[in-house]
């Protein structure tokens, strides 16, 4: 049995239990229960404060986490890291009062400003050549500088409309993060196997989010044409149509390029065009 602990309630629990369940592992939850195991896995999900789950998975207290890499980084244990899974990205940003003017990080120097994450910040600002005083504040950090309590703000951006609401404006992006799963450095044998098992099944289902499956129809002539768009995995299935003169086309596209292949599709001639979702993806 291996022990996964991800986040009880906040940003990562939802996109966390949708991962684990699109791996096909199934399991009880409720919100007043703070350990389930898995039916069809060996598991034991442990639902905790996303800030002790690096000491946790330090500890061994849990195998593995979920949890995300400013939360790692800044408790000091980035070598946990093992897969990167692609939700929750966000930045952490310095913003101050959109009234106050600003040229450069060297603008700082020597002022006072509230954070959650001292310690990547101050890294940061040691690199810059920067020195100012860090007030370390656990939430509301956007309200600060509005309150008279600090003369700017390190804290998580997504959207921007946080600052926007609260008359800041962002002028440094000091640290990108996402969602990373994370992983006990002394995992027994029998452990890493199994972390290896869902760390596969992570990689197919993002591989599988990220690419589409299309069927299209397209005369013969334009085959050539279709084939150079379509590369698929190793190469695109192509089936002859009933109608003489025309084949059916089958392939996989990434959801990146996907608007700016089909557009190119329909000026070489291609008709009937399908975009299917696929479900996983082994490589
Ligand atoms: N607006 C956002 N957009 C995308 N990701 C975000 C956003 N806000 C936070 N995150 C990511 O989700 C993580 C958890 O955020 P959340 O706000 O739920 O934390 P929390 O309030 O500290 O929760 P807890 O109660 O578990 O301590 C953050 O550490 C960050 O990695
Ligand atoms: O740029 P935005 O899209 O506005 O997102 C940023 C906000 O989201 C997070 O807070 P959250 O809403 O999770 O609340 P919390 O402070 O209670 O964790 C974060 O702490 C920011 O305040
Ligand atoms: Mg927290």
């Known amino acids: 049995m291996i022990r996964l602990a991800i986040q009880k309630s906040g940003r990562l629990s ?40 690096p000491g946790y998975v330090q500890d061994g207290v849990a195998d593995l986490g979920i949890v995300g890499q400013n939360v790692l980084v800044e408790a000091g244990f980035p070598d946990l890291e093992v897969e990167k899974l692609g939700f929750s990205k966000c930045r952490l940003s310095l913003a101050i009062l959109r009234s106050e003017g600003y040229n450069s990080v060297a603008d700082l120097q020597g002022k006072n ?3 959650s994450y001292p310690q990547i910040l101050g890294r940061y600002l040691a690199g810059e050549g920067v020195q100012a005083n860090l007030h370390t504040i656990s939430g509301s950090v956007e309200i600060a500088p509005s309150i008279g309590l600090a ?5 998580i951006v997504s959207s921007g409309s946080t600052l926007l609401g609260n008359g800041l404006r962002e002028v440094e992006t000091v640290f990108r993060s996402e969602a990373v799963l994370i992983a006990n ?42 084939k150079a768009l379509l590369p698929g ?5 192509v089936t002859p149509l009933a109608e003489e003169g025309w084949v059916s086309v089958q392939s996989v596209v990434n959801e990146d390029d996907f608007w700016h292949i089909t557009g190119q599709l329909k000026a070489v001639g291609a008709e009937g065009i399908l975009v299917l979702p696929i479900e996983k993806m082994i490589s």
């Not at 996109?15 to 898995?38: H, M, P, Q, V, W």
């Not at 003369?151 to 804290?155: E, K, S, V």
């Open 185 to 226: 450095q002394n995992l027994s044998a029998e452990k890493q196997e199994l972390l290896e098992q869902l760390q596969f099944r992570m990689q197919s289902v993002r591989r599988a989010r990220r690419n589409k499956y299309i069927l299209l129809n397209a005369p013969v002539a334009s085959l050539d044409a279709v």
């Open 113 to 115: 400003i509230a954070t």
């Open 14 to 53: 939802e996109d966390s239990l949708n991962l684990i369940r699109e791996c096909g592992i199934s399991f009880l939850s409720s919100s007043y229960k703070l350990k389930t195991e898995a039916t069809n896995f060996p598991l034991e999900i442990l639902f905790l404060r996303d800030d002790d789950i």
């Open 151 to 155: 003369d700017a703000i390190c804290d």
């Open 233 to 237: 995995i190793k190469s695109p299935t």
